[in-house]
């Protein structure tokens, strides 16, 4: 479940459930064979940093002109995006204020949005 968590005290946080697994090769013909269609291909073009525990991305996002060619990839937009994550195991973890405190020290130089993936439309 994914969703902003004023209940906890961190309405400045949004949060979702991560569920990893692993795929192999043809995840991408395992797809095309469940209904799903390609609608475009992206790339995320940046650099990533780590501390002990907030994993740090700022990147652009790229369109792909042809399916697997990576060669000749178009800014989708001229802005760069920045991501904090950390992963933790509840809501009352500590650890948490390490994170709004990093977004605190970027607010002079970064445009800080929450993003709620319930809010988010479809194009």
Request: proline letters at 3%; charged letters at 25%; zero cysteines.
């Amino acid at each position: 479940s994914s969703g902003i968590n004023a209940e906890y005290g961190h309405d400045k946080l949004a949060t979702r459930t991560v569920v990893r697994a692993q795929v192999g090769a043809n995840i991408q013909t395992f797809l095309l064979d469940l209904g799903f269609k390609l609608d475009y291909e992206v790339v995320m073009k940046g650099k990533r940093y780590k501390t002990k525990q907030i994993e740090t991305t700022i990147y652009k996002v790229q369109k792909v002109p042809k399916q697997g060619d990576v060669s000749s990839t178009t800014d989708i937009s001229s802005q760069s995006l920045v991501e904090m994550t950390m992963q933790v195991h509840n809501l009352t973890d500590p650890s948490i204020s390490e994170l709004l405190s990093l977004a605190e020290t970027l607010k002079p130089i970064v445009k800080l949005e929450k993003y709620d993936p319930n809010r988010t439309t479809a194009k």
